[in-house]
């Protein structure tokens, strides 16, 4: 077949999909554009679609190269060379192309179209109008705008593994690196290379420099320089045009054909963390030379060249979104204009309007208003790397007031979002600079973190900061700080005759905050719900579903959430399923993470107990994949639980121990609150199965490994379930042996796992009070743990609560 495509140099890596894709659609349509950021790959995609259509186009496939064509009237006389047609001294070689083509079946390749884009748009469209037959697949950087063209946005490399395999990103990376005499492949390499294509954000151009730089660096010291990428990724092919030899050059020649305002767009965009809406640009780009009016047209110019994507939707709106490559290089062309600290400011000030806004709507309590409260909690929501960069710029520069307003306005969006590591590290930097800031404010802050401390399982930072806000509250007499942080103290068993949930209602009452009124009945149906009261809780539960009808929002769905879980508990997985459905459905508007964590978690368990094995661990391994990294430690340990209960099921006894340690010793370190409370039956309930298949001296040694797990291993191990540590068979497991308790102390032991308190235990065994304490504290010293929960375990792992 007649053709003049180079001979591909080296193996054509990943995109199989695409490939495949492209040459259907070069069949259904004329013209393709690819489009895409520079060194994404455009071309090789291109060349290898245009080899697999050879067979197809009979009459030739014609490669024509325009990165070295500087003048667009010399296009049409380019084509006519490559396509050997003869064109007289004064004849017009883009007739001459049409007539040399005429009905042939061929198709014509564009290769780097962006600087000639106009130019390339009019041959098109004349030559394609000239011959019927003919097809044109083009590359640029922004669409070529002719009629019948499909435009086609090539992605960067897929950084999910395959089967059998690694992800596209990184064979491409090995298979550069090998070719190039760099890194001997192992499989321990695969971690470290799939974090460096992902921090590569799988540009081919960009992982194909780092590879050859393993010649003279290691992968970790590749990783360790890309602060610099521009710097360290300059060895490209000498055969390239200049522009895509380094990633520096690639990235610069977009920048210079860009008009000066979308110059200034993209360097303002670089203040945004992780992406941004046509609002938000609107609010904090404006500058000389780029008015608010002009925002909209010069992003979409930017769009246009592939330098901005857009990137889904966030409440009914656009979300855009740049590749790091990118956005490094407009953050370099900002600092050299002076004008990045102006810049902060303003995206600083943007952050906090739209906060303020939200914040004033959510305030009115008004359930006519949740569509728009939804709308725009989604939208901050899906932006929340803004809010904390806005946070940190507030705190370094003391603008700490109004950085703590900004959490405040946001209180719901933060603790329903569920992203409580982050939203806690930058409460607790604001608040060690709340010297000046009003009583009430930070108040109001400290019981926000007080209720993160709670939906993060972390009992004691509840009371440590529910008690000082409850003291600033009431000297401010900011009743809602010392309302919120009072029903947080009662949800972990901290309260006294002053903090209690009657007095939290009564607060919340005459602040008019129903928000927090739901809240309080909230904990009063989940202490119902722990102490047995079904029915109670089921009532309360009740009870707000009725008051939060009107809304269908996140009150509601915690509600039905409550009742799942009573149906579980009673047995009734049938309506469990239908609670935990109806529930997603409510949170489909906005992304509640913690509650569609409790949701997936509460189906995964109502699979496991039906046999549905598969089911059970997709659904907790895409519970735990949401919880994990976020804070959400209280619902993660559950999961854990979740995953050890399936892993006994599956006969795995091994790995049910270690997760069902594992989760045993989080517990402790998060203080025991009221949502992971476990009873010992239960413990000991699920450790029987392994006890009669493994013994009780494996059991022991297997509990020991799994309580030494860190937080991230075990996650780990309960989704893949690897070993995660060398097995410690042979090193002594650190409990005390049966006979270093009395008789008596055997036996209080045993109580406490049966969840007895020391008054009760009086009262069983008929003692005083103070007997009993001092045989808890002799237990303490002679098992060397520090804590009830630590006795408890202990005695389930010998029995001792039977």
Request: charged residues 25%.
């Amino acid at each position: 077949m007649p053709t003049n495509l180079p001979t591909v140099p080296n193996a054509f890596i990943g995109r199989e999909s695409d490939l495949d894709e492209l040459l259907r659609l070069l069949m259904a349509v004329r013209v393709v554009t690819l489009c895409g950021t520079g060194g994404i790959g455009k071309t090789r995609l291109c060349l290898s679609v245009a080899h697999e259509a050879v067979e197809v186009f009979s009459d030739g496939v014609w490669l024509v190269e325009l990165a070295d064509l500087d003048c667009g009237d010399l296009l049409a006389q380019r084509v006519a060379a490559v396509l050997g047609v003869q064109v007289p001294p004064d004849g017009d070689p883009a007739q001459a192309v049409a007539t040399a083509v005429g009905g042939g079946k061929q198709l014509l390749v564009l290769d780097n179209c962006e600087h000639l884009i106009e130019d390339c748009a009019e041959l098109c469209t004349y030559l394609l109008g000239a011959c019927p037959d003919l097809r044109v697949m083009a590359t640029s950087r922004e669409p070529l705008r002719v009629l019948g063209e499909t435009v086609w946005r090539v992605p960067p490399l897929s950084l999910l593994p395959v089967a059998g395999g690694g992800s596209d990103a990184v064979r491409l990376f090995v298979d550069r690196s090998v070719a190039g005499g760099g890194l001997t492949w192992t499989a321990q390499d695969d971690a470290a290379v799939s974090a460096l294509c992902a921090e590569l954000e799988g540009i081919p151009l960009a992982i194909e420099l780092a590879a050859a730089m393993t010649r003279v660096l290691s992968v970790e010291q590749i990783r360790s320089r890309l602060s610099d990428r521009f710097k360290l990724l300059t060895s490209g092919s000498r055969s390239a045009p200049a522009r895509q030899r380094t990633l520096l050059a690639t990235v610069e020649w977009s920048y210079r054909m860009l008009s000066a305002p979308a110059q200034l767009l993209l360097q303002r965009l670089t203040a945004f963390r992780g992406g941004w809406t046509l609002e938000l640009a609107e609010l904090t780009c404006p500058c000389p030379g780029l008015a608010a009016d002009e925002v909209l047209a010069t992003m979409a110019e930017l769009v246009d060249k592939s330098l901005v994507l857009a990137d889904g939707e966030a409440g009914g709106e656009i979300r855009y979104r740049m590749l790091d490559t990118v956005r490094d290089y407009g953050r370099q062309r900002l600092q050299e204009s002076g004008d990045e600290e102006e810049l902060r400011q303003r995206h600083l000030e943007c952050v906090f309007l739209v906060s303020k806004r939200l914040g004033d709507l959510i305030a009115t309590c008004d359930r006519r208003h949740w569509p728009e409260i939804t709308r725009r909690a989604l939208v901050i929501d899906a932006m929340q790397p803004n809010l904390y960069a806005g946070l940190g710029y507030a705190r370094r520069t003391g603008q700490v007031e109004r950085g703590l307003r900004m959490c405040t306005d946001l209180q719901w969006v933060i603790i329903a979002g569920g992203r409580f590591d982050e939203a806690a590290r930058h409460i607790d930097e604001l608040l060690q600079d709340a010297d000046t800031v009003m009583p009430g404010q930070v108040a109001h802050a400290l019981a926000i973190r007080s209720v993160v401390c709670f939906f993060g399982g972390d009992a004691v930072g509840v009371v440590r900061h529910g008690r000082e806000a409850v003291r600033l509250g009431r000297a401010s007499g900011h009743l809602i700080s010392e309302a919120l942080a009072i029903i947080m103290m009662c949800a972990v068993g901290a309260g006294d005759e002053e903090i209690t949930l009657d007095r939290a209602a009564e607060l919340a009452g005459k602040a008019g905050d129903e928000y927090v009124r739901s809240l309080v009945t909230y904990i009063r149906a989940l202490h119902a719900q722990v102490a047995g009261q079904l029915r109670e809780s089921a009532r309360l539960y009740e009870q707000m579903i009725d008051s939060h009808r009107d809304a269908n929002d996140w009150g509601m769905a915690l509600a039905v959430i409550g009742l799942a879980q009573i149906a579980h508990s009673r047995g009734d997985l049938e309506a469990a399923a239908r609670h935990y459905q109806y529930a997603q459905e409510l949170l489909d508007p906005i992304d509640h993470r913690g509650e569609r964590i409790r949701c997936l978690t509460g189906l995964g368990r109502i699979a496991t107990e039906l046999g549905d094995f598969d089911t059970a661990r997709r659904r907790l391994a895409e519970s735990l994949a949401l919880s994990s990294g976020l804070g959400q430690r209280a619902v993660a340990v559950e999961l854990v639980d979740g995953f050890a209960d399936l892993a006994l099921r599956e006969g795995e006894h091994v790995r049910a121990v270690r997760l069902m340690a594992a989760a045993s010793a989080l517990r402790e370190r998060m203080g025991g609150a009221l949502l992971l409370s476990m009873s010992g039956a239960r413990i000991q309930e699920l450790l029987a199965p392994a006890r009669r298949a493994l013994g009780e001296t494996m059991v022991a040694q297997l509990w020991a490994e799994g309580r030494t797990l860190p937080w991230h291993q075990a996650i780990e191990y309960a989704v893949r379930g690897e070993p995660p540590v060398r097995p410690l068979l042979g090193i002594p497991v650190p409990v005390a042996p049966d006979g270093t308790l009395t008789e008596r102390e055997r036996e209080i032991a045993g109580l406490i796992a049966r969840g007895l308190s020391n008054r009760k235990l009086a009262e069983e065994l008929v003692i005083s009070p103070a007997t009993v304490a001092r045989h808890v504290s002799n237990i303490l010293a002679k098992l060397g743990f520090t804590s009830r929960t630590q006795v408890a375990t202990w005695a389930i792992e010998h029995g001792m609560n039977e």
